[in-house]
């Protein structure tokens, strides 16, 4: 499709959501491998072709604000701020993953970038953002909490709770429904009743927006606005991306419920192949700028191929065992 250029664009921003885009892109796509080669033990939830939610959402946050992420959260992680040395390392198992090699893909969490954690429950995350928000009210600082999840998310009881709670203590959080269109491997639509997420999220007060979720720029100004907004104390708000999964649900799903032509349709609406356009005259800054990416990548792949696993004695760090009644329990 032919992008249609915005008047006054921003080229330098636009440059650094491209890059920032062909990052993710780059690491979901050594992730992948690194399932195939059996170096990945467990699933990998690929986010190709949602980066632009990531990338707008997360260029209006400052560092100390926090972050909640899905069990598809590579990409939110990293438009964060996180070492994706770190989480390649995290993902493969081994010493200096930013989890110490012991959560994976679904639990990656950098608290130095306010990356509260990935979840692989689904909506789980919404009332802990809900909590972390409420903890930022009550010591009178100044962070915005963002919580993002999927559609499938928003069948679930944490959805109404956490919205709720937000609401009615006017918490400082912007929760984002990275809308794909499926729950897993179900059209969400087959089984969501009435008008959908935003309107679940009026009903509770919250202002909510809707969102051409392939759009960079569209993603980065409405986040913008809605998270200025929660800075300014007006409460808790709403934005509803419109995206979707260009891969299975899973690295080892082929998607063979979704027809090929459907999904050959929205792989002209890359988030990435858009952004390209409206900048086509700058070819060979693209061309530069996704070469870096992926080279950052592949180099993060190699250095955690060749980190050495945590030693056997560590098992047991970490591990919250007080209060336990019972003697030597570990």
Same mark, same amino acid.
């Given at each position: ?10 080229v330098?921003?636009l ?20 399932l *195939? ?6 699933a ?6 949602q ?20 069990h ?20 493969f ?8 090699g ?22 789980? *995350?919404?009332?802990i ?16 909490? =963002? =919580? ?11 959805? %109404?709770?956490?919205? *709720?709670?937000?609401?009615? %203590?006017?918490?400082?959080?912007? %929760?984002?429904?990275?809308? *794909? ?28 927006? !809707? ?25 808790? =708000?709403?934005?509803?991306?419109h ?17 090929? !032509? ?11 192949g ?9 070819? !060979? ?16 792949? !190699? ?5 050495p ?22």
């Open positions: 499709m032919k992008e249609r250029v915005p008047p006054n664009l921003d330098k921003r440059c650094e959501h491209y890059l920032l885009m062909c990052r993710i892109r780059a690491f979901e796509e050594m992730a992948l491998e690194g *195939n080669e059996k170096i990945v033990l467990g990998i939830h690929p986010s190709i072709g980066e632009a939610v990531a990338a707008g959402v997360c260029a209006n946050l400052h560092r100390d604000d926090v972050l909640l992420s899905t598809r959260g590579h990409g939110h992680t990293l438009a964060k701020g996180a070492d994706p040395f770190a989480m390649m390392r995290e993902l198992g081994r010493e200096g993953g930013c989890c110490g012991k959560g994976g893909s679904m639990h990656i969490a950098d608290f130095s970038v306010g990356m509260l954690g990935a979840n692989g429950v689904v909506a789980a *995350n919404i009332v953002a809900a909590g972390a928000a409420h903890a930022i009210k009550l010591k009178r600082e100044k962070k915005v909490v =963002c =919580c993002i999840f999927g559609d499938g998310a928003t069948n679930r009881g944490p959805f %109404f709770e956490g919205l *709720n709670w937000a609401a009615v %203590f006017k918490l400082p959080v912007l %929760f984002v429904c990275e809308d *794909n269109g499926f729950a897993a491997m179900t059209r969400t639509r087959t089984m969501t009743a009435g008008e959908g997420p935003s309107a679940r999220a009026r009903s509770f007060g919250l202002t909510a927006v !809707e969102v051409d979720g392939n759009d960079v720029l569209a993603v980065d100004a409405a986040a913008r606005e809605l998270i200025e907004a929660i800075r300014r104390g007006e409460g808790p =708000c709403f934005l509803h991306a995206t979707y999964r260009l891969t299975g649900h899973t690295g080892a799903d082929p998607a063979l419920y979704r027809p090929k !032509e459907e999904v050959e349709e929205r792989w002209r609406l890359d988030p990435i858009r952004a390209a356009a409206l900048i086509e005259h700058e070819a !060979e800054i693209l061309k530069r700028l996704k070469e870096q990416a992926f080279a950052e990548m592949h180099e993060a792949y !190699e250095a955690a191929k060749a980190s696993f945590p030693p056997v004695e560590r098992a047991f760090e970490d591990v919250q065992d007080l209060g336990d009644p019972r003697k030597g329990a570990f």
